[in-house]
């Protein structure tokens, strides 16, 4: 059964029973920063539950989620009480900016003529003498904000006739306006709830365009075509980069913002509706049509996939320095020379039994037709490692260690190496 409320006041104690009134939701997030309440306990344990842990959320959002959480470290944790009281108090003081929204859609619409010539002539100067956007705001203040109290405090005697307000002389005769939260209890919080709910529907909404529109140019899910879209822009920036200088933007952006105005008009709307379905709809079709083959002719990125070579060590041991006899001891990453972490640290090399047990990295596959080949060139390798304390054996390959007797010692290695090919994304899932 759905229940709905009837007046404010039912809407009130509905709020303050799921809630609670603002000033027990304080006590309570007043309360909580020292001891949780249940509210806070139960729902910790749900997101604990329903929640991914970090290690599985870094994975899917590359660390944004854990970058985050650290910024946001010294701030409160959520809470349902916290959420239900800065919820009321935004809505109680969001009114001014819905105030000022409605007024710009007034202007861009066209409700009053005279506003939005107005606010066309200030924007015709603003282009022609940029240097007017360092008194905008100064001007602002003084006769959106400064004006409009004083005469808020001396107001003009009444009149029959529509004049100039012209503020009253003499001593303060009304109080000063003050800009103060608007009480639960009033239709100015109703209107503000209703305001804020259009308003995260359009944000929404305007998410959703611009990710259906920018997605597909530039994510290179389809690599052709945002290769496309990359080549063009870059050719584009190239070109106005060098042109930019020579370029009127006072009278393109006096003509551009004018276009843009007038576009709210009634008339020019409807009109503008008529003729995109009439006439630009087939054109943007055709341009459209033309870009794709003009990608599909002249970028090709069928490439073939990168090649590397991946290495791994073969290391033997000689248990009994006065027989020449080596026991195969495995195959590691590394070449496990005496001045290593791990052997200073004293820790046993890390590897398989046997060569065809090793795995290509993360990513990537060996090429169908290679093998293992020995790295007949030990100088190379040692040389770019920087290995020191070793001897190379030119004849075998095998580079020992050596002791500070000049000895060889227990330990000797040699490196294998195979090509390897990254693989694809669908290859990989």
Not at 186 to 194: A, V
Not at 232 to 247: G, H, K, Q
């Amino acid at each position: 059964m759905n229940y709905a409320p009837r007046s404010f006041r039912e809407f009130a104690a509905l709020k303050d029973m799921l809630y609670g009134s603002e000033e027990t939701v304080e006590a309570s997030a007043q309360q909580s920063s020292g001891f949780p309440n249940l509210t806070d306990k139960l729902m910790e344990r749900l997101f604990s539950a329903a929640l991914p842990t970090m290690t599985e959320a870094s994975t899917v959002s590359d660390r944004t989620l854990a970058e985050r959480l650290q910024d946001q470290k010294n701030r409160p944790p959520f809470s349902v009480p916290v959420m239900a009281r800065n919820f009321t108090r935004l809505n109680s003081r969001v009114g001014v900016i819905f105030n000022f929204q409605y007024r710009m859609f007034r202007i861009f619409t066209w409700r009053k003529t005279t506003h939005t010539l107005s606010f066309l002539a200030v924007y015709s100067f603003v282009c022609l003498h940029p240097f007017l956007l360092v008194v905008l705001p100064f001007a602002f203040i003084l006769f959106g904000v400064m004006v409009p109290a004083y005469v808020q405090r001396h107001p003009p005697p009444p009149s029959p006739l529509p004049a100039f307000p012209v503020p009253s002389t003499g001593p303060p005769i009304a109080d000063a306006a003050e800009l103060k939260p608007v009480p639960e209890l009033s239709w100015d919080f109703f209107m503000n709830m209703r305001d804020l709910q259009n308003m995260m529907d359009d944000i929404v909404k305007l998410y959703d365009a611009v990710v259906g529109l920018l997605s597909r140019p530039t994510n290179f899910k389809d690599e052709q075509y945002s290769s496309g879209v990359f080549l063009t822009l870059l050719v584009l920036s190239t070109v106005l980069f060098f042109l930019a200088p020579y370029i009127p933007w006072r009278v393109i952006f006096l003509v551009v913002g004018w276009l843009v105005v007038s576009t709210g008009h009634p008339l020019v709307r409807r009109a503008l509706i008529k003729s995109h379905e009439t006439y630009l709809s087939p054109k943007e079709r055709k341009l459209a049509g033309i870009f794709s083959q003009f990608v599909d002719r002249e970028i090709v990125v069928d490439e073939p996939p990168e090649i590397r070579h991946v290495e791994i060590y073969e290391l033997q041991r000689q248990h009994n320095i006065d027989v020449d006899e080596w026991d195969d001891w495995l195959f590691c990453s590394s070449p496990y020379e005496p001045m290593s972490g791990v052997r200073l640290a004293q820790q046993r090399p890390q590897g398989v039994r046997f060569l065809d047990e090793t795995l290509p990295p993360d990513g990537w596959r060996y090429v169908n037709d290679s093998i293992w080949k020995l790295d007949l060139r030990p100088e190379e390798w040692v040389a770019q490692q920087s290995i020191v304390s070793v001897q190379v054996d030119s004849g075998s390959k095998w580079v020992y260690d050596m002791t500070s007797d000049q000895r060889r010692g227990e330990w000797r290695r040699r490196r294998w190496t195979r090509a390897c090919e990254r693989q694809s994304v669908t290859e990989v899932v």
